[in-house]
């Protein structure tokens, strides 16, 4: 890629401009009664946790499960919490498949600010979708992500399929 080419990442600069939330974006997300920034992200609400798209992702497709819980480590989650973190995990996989084919997932949790956690004191899931040669030089060097489609389109699509 030349260095005079334009790199088009336009979801980026509301964060970078943008006043930083002093709430977490992940609380509060029970119901769709409560209106906030994340709601057209999310793609599926459930008991105990729900899923929604990343804002600021690795790749396309970039979902989080988390609990509805304000909780910072893994050990914290009741039984129930486990079970439908999982669950979500493996239904995500069966979504992203069906509407994105991807060649393979990094699935996991980051505990923890040294483990690259980003909202350390809300436990969180990520099901990132792979496909073989995405990752070049791009986050490796210049820490930027491209994804090609608006992400209220991508949450639209995961959540249409996931219904």
Known sequence: MSQDRPLWAPWRISFIRGEKE???FMCGQQSPEETTPEEELIVHRGKHAFVL?????YNSGHLLAAPYR???????????????????????K????????PAGYNVGFNLGLAA????ADHIHLHVVPRW??????MPVIGDVRVVPEALADTAAMIRKAWN
């Not at 798209?53 to 992702?57: A, C, H, M, S, V």
């Open 22 to 24: 002093k709430r977490c």
């Open 53 to 57: 798209l990343n804002r600021f992702p």
């Open 70 to 92: 304000h909780i910072g480590d893994i050990s914290e989650l009741t039984a129930d919490e486990r079970l439908e973190l999982m669950d979500l995990c493996v239904k995500s």
């Open 94 to 101: 069966e979504v992203l498949d069906k509407v994105m084919h």
């Open 116 to 119: 690259g956690a980003g909202v």
């Open 132 to 137: 073989n040669g995405d990752c070049n030089f």
